[in-house]
């Protein structure tokens, strides 16, 4: 259940990230030279699923199944 919570939390950050990116990449002029664009377009929506991913993962304790011995 943890894991099935942390993957739903990381899909469903990539639409605000998605959001943000596009909206950054207007205010940047639209930039159409790389390192610029690549970070823009491919960096923000990684970032924000990785984070999605890592509290997902950090307040999913509660939900993770515990072998007793």
Not at 13 to 21: D, K, S, V
Not at 42 to 58: A, E, H, M, T
């Amino acid at each position: 259940m943890r894991l099935l919570r942390t993957m739903i939390m990381g899909g469903v950050m990539l639409i605000p990230g998605l959001l943000l990116a596009m909206i950054i990449w207007y205010i940047m002029g639209q930039p159409t030279t790389e390192p610029m664009e690549s970070l823009i377009c491919n960096g923000i929506p990684l970032l924000s699923v990785s984070f999605g991913l890592f509290f997902g993962w950090v307040t999913g304790e509660a939900y993770s199944v515990k072998m007793e011995s």
